[in-house]
Each structure stands twice: as C-alpha cells, then as structure tokens.
C-alpha cells in the first residue's frame, strides 16, 4: 500500500516570493493534516480536513497561509509571501479518522532565503 | 494547557545497552498517547498507541507503558539501527487542542557498535 506522498521533497525561495506544497494521502483517509517541524522541535498542528472540510485551522496564520482539500483527497498548502521564519519542514498525515494513528508523508524542507 | 514534555533530549547507548526514555503529560482528559519514530530527513513512523494506565504495548526490541501521568519507551539489547528520534504525542478529550496531537520535543536516541 502506497503511503502518504509529499511534493517537493525540497524547495528554496527567496523572502516575499510565494510557495506551494502538495498532499496526497492514503487512499481511504477522510482525515488530512498539515503539520509545520521546527529543527529540534515536535510537529506543530496548522490545519485538519475531514473529507473536504477544514475542521481545525485555528493555528494557521490566515494572513499568509491558506490550504485547500480538492475532493476530499488531495490538498495544497500555500503560503504568500513567505518570510525568513517560514523555514521548516512541512508534514502532511492522514488517517481513516481523527481517532486512529496518523501516518505521516517524508515531508517539504523549505529554506527560505 | 495541554503539554508533553519528553527526557532526555538525547540518550547514547552502546549496543546491547538496554535503557528508557521518559514521556511525562498534562493534558484535558487523555483519548490517547502516541510513539513515533523519526529517522533523519524522513516523517515521523507510527510505533504504538496506548489508551489506558496500566496498559503495555511491545514491538520487537521497543515495549511502551502507560501511567496516569507519564509514559516510558524502554529498548531492550539496542542495535544501531534503532538510532533515530522517537516522539510522543497526546490526544486529548476535552479543551482547546481536543482531537489534535500534542508532540513533545523528542528523545534522539544513538546507538554506537
């Protein structure tokens, strides 16, 4: 079974400039998660789709990040501009429901410059 | 406020060295509490989920254990390959974070030959 796949793997942009980063989950998941790892840190929670719905973003920052969740499966999180403090890895999960174990793709490392 | 704090920070055992890494919560009523793997540049691997004090959960050379207050990873005979950052997380019932995963910071764990 094909797991959670994440594009780019990596990417590099200069402050101001905006950036896109691709989900899509495993097949069957009602339930997407958009996570953001500091260096040295646990993933922070920024936004949770059940089926098409965002059910939870109350911790992303709406003035620069927005996300979509065609269909039900697949999802696109942007931010526009992005600034210096942006740089992280972003993780995306899915899982059948928010009450079972989550399962995370390899993750978007952004440098942002 | 709902938190998990995780220690050490970072453990180095010789091979064969059994040892424990400590979870320790506070959080709104616990739905359950989370181990993942993390290897470097990878996404967090799901290991165990636990739900109720006194509960135990074992996979290969790892066995996770549950209080009402913490939890410990112990690894028995570690090998080299189990180097990697194991992450806790906490979901909770009730409050502001209820649903969402609260991750600690993580326990890097090395093991040398």
């Known amino acids: 079974e094909a797991g959670v796949v994440q594009s780019p793997r990596y990417k590099i942009i200069e402050k101001k400039q905006p950036v896109a980063f691709w989900c899509n989950p495993i097949?069957?998941?009602?339930?997407l998660y958009w996570y953001r790892q500091n260096l040295g840190q646990g993933p922070e929670l920024l936004i949770r789709?059940?089926?098409?719905?965002?059910?939870?973003d109350s911790q992303l920052p709406k003035d620069r990040f927005s996300a979509e969740r065609l269909k039900g499966v697949d999802s696109t999180l942007k931010i526009q501009p992005a600034e210096l403090g942006d740089s992280a890895v972003y993780l995306c999960?899915?899982?059948?429901?928010?009450?079972?174990?989550?399962?995370f793709g390899p993750g978007t490392r952004l440098t942002v410059l | 406020e709902d938190q998990v704090t995780q220690s050490p920070e970072a453990l180095r055992l010789q091979e064969g060295e059994s040892s424990s890494l400590n979870c320790s919560y506070t959080v709104s009523g616990l739905r359950g509490l989370f181990w993942y793997r993390q290897d470097p540049g990878k996404g967090p691997e799901f290991l165990f989920t636990l739900y109720s004090a006194g509960e135990e959960k074992e996979k290969e050379r790892l066995k996770a254990t549950l209080t009402k207050k913490e939890s410990f990873l112990h690894i028995t005979a570690p090998k080299p390959e189990d180097s990697a950052t194991y992450l806790c997380a906490v979901q909770a019932v009730y409050g502001g974070s209820q649903g969402n995963l609260i991750f600690g910071k993580g326990t890097k764990l090395s093991v040398k030959p």
């Open positions: 789709y059940e089926n098409e719905e965002a059910v939870d």
């Open positions: 097949s069957g998941h009602n339930t």
């Open positions: 999960a899915s899982s059948l429901n928010n009450y079972n174990e989550q399962f």
